[in-house]
């Protein structure tokens, strides 16, 4: 039986900031060190002969975990997502603190956890979540590598992604990876918070990216009002404003959202929003930590919110099974929960408690 994925192979993520990479961004991740870009492609065209023949390969266990539980994997999400597809994680530098986030992608989380620790009273899986590795700093060493592999692909077919940390506080690597993409890039897609400290690299990219390439996949969890409760660092006014110039220029976009325990709260507000402002929207599961899984939430409290959301969303797989889940929270994970939280929210100054919500 074929477990074919279109993703393997095709999709190829890049984590230049601790030197590793993996064949999508669920799967397993390889060390950098002592191998060269050929031997790494190499590698996973050959793993998605093995999915093609049935063999079930460690590297995707995200997968088969999902499966064998029940829920809709990556996999199965992304089914015919098969684009010549790069994606970079250039460095960590962001000026947020989601809740869900850690030092490998937020120099922020980086950090509050190199100042006072990693959280306790949570699990030994989610304090590692919280280490901060060691930073290999090998963008000067892969990226010709990744320039040169573009290269040599043919014109219009590859789907360049830019990461972070926020891509739109990485100056300098933008203007190298678009000097150097040609021909070749089929879109150029930058997933972005949209709310960098400063707009001046997104005017720039505005300005100088093929307006037929660019596309801005928008990470927000909730409506602009509560966003900051997930995502700390969110400033609701800088967000307006460069959601408007994007809106301006016409470069297409989409809404990415993660449903943790603390996004759901808003949920239905939120695509309240996102139906006003003719916003298209993809849920995604929420991986880490799993004490912010929003469907450890009581099952009365998630029926209320499943009570509110419009029929056109109750399609929705993600919020699905999040929502209408039947299995029984385990009480030590709710405890995990609750010290995440006071913690996270202690960390970034916030206090929930004088927020209208009913």
Not at 178 to 192: C, M, Q, R
């Amino acid at each position: 039986m074929s477990l074919h994925c279109d993703l393997k192979g095709r999709q190829r993520v890049f984590y230049l900031q601790f030197d590793r990479a993996a064949s999508c961004c669920r799967a397993q991740q390889h060390d950098l060190d002592n191998t060269t870009l050929d031997s790494i492609l190499h590698l996973w065209d050959q793993q998605r002969h093995e999915l093609d023949q049935g063999q079930r390969i460690s590297d995707c266990e995200y997968c088969w975990r999902d499966e064998r539980e029940g829920r809709s994997s990556y996999r199965q999400l992304q089914a015919g997502h098969n684009a010549n597809r790069i994606e970079l994680y250039i460095n960590n530098t962001c000026n947020h603190m989601c809740s869900y986030c850690s030092p490998k992608f937020s120099s922020q989380w980086q950090h509050s956890i190199q100042t006072q620790g990693p959280f306790q009273g949570i699990s030994a899986t989610n304090r590692r979540n919280q280490q901060t590795p060691q930073s290999q700093n090998t963008s000067h060493t892969w990226l010709p590598d990744i320039q040169q592999h573009i290269s040599q692909q043919p014109d219009q077919s590859v789907e360049l992604v830019l990461l972070g940390g926020e891509p739109l506080m990485q100056y300098r690597n933008l203007r190298l990876l678009l000097k150097s993409a040609g021909t070749k890039i089929k879109n150029l897609i930058v997933t972005t918070n949209l709310n960098p400290p400063t707009n001046r690299f997104l005017r720039w990219l505005l300005a100088h990216a093929p307006g037929d390439k660019l596309q801005f996949m928008i990470s927000l969890d909730a409506s602009p009002g509560w966003n900051h409760i997930p995502r700390a660092g969110f400033d609701i006014n800088r967000f307006v404003g460069n959601l408007d110039l994007v809106r301006y220029r016409g470069v297409p976009f989409r809404v990415m959202s993660v449903v943790s325990v603390l996004s759901v709260f808003d949920l239905a507000n939120f695509l309240q929003w996102q139906d006003q402002n003719q916003i298209r929207g993809q849920f995604n599961h929420l991986y880490n930590p799993d004490c912010l899984d929003a469907a450890l939430l009581p099952r009365w409290i998630r029926q209320a919110i499943w009570d509110q959301i419009p029929q056109k969303w109750q399609a929705e797989p993600v919020l699905r099974e999040v929502l209408l889940s039947t299995k029984t929270a385990v009480d030590i994970k709710l405890i995990e929960q609750y010290n995440y939280l006071t913690q996270y929210f202690q960390r970034t100054q916030q206090d929930p408690t004088s927020l209208d919500n009913e």
